[in-house]
């Protein structure tokens, strides 16, 4: 990992929002779609979401402002 780089999961305690809109709303509406039997294309654009979430959560996140210390 980078020299004063972070990961952003490391952080997310601090920031219940994040987890409640990037996580736990995607899950739901996920649950709800599949028991409701809503259209192939919703089921898509929610397991993208899911996915998106994932991989920005997980990027680091640079705590410097560019200097080379």
Request: zero cysteines; aromatic letters at 6%.
């Given at each position: 990992?980078?020299k004063?780089?972070?990961?952003?999961?490391?952080v997310?305690?601090?920031?219940?929002?994040?987890?409640?809109?990037?996580?736990?709303?995607?899950?739901?509406?996920?649950?709800?779609?599949?028991?409701?039997?809503?259209?192939?294309?919703?089921?898509?654009?929610?397991?993208?979401?899911?996915?998106?979430?994932?991989?920005?959560?997980?990027?680091?996140?640079?705590?410097?402002?560019?200097?080379?210390?």
């Amino acid at each position: 990992m980078l020299k004063g780089a972070d990961t952003m999961s490391s952080v997310l305690k601090e920031h219940p929002l994040i987890i409640y809109m990037s996580l736990i709303l995607p899950a739901l509406l996920l649950g709800a779609t599949i028991l409701l039997e809503a259209s192939l294309f919703l089921i898509m654009v929610i397991l993208v979401w899911i996915g998106i979430s994932f991989i920005i959560l997980v990027l680091p996140v640079t705590t410097d402002s560019g200097s080379s210390q």
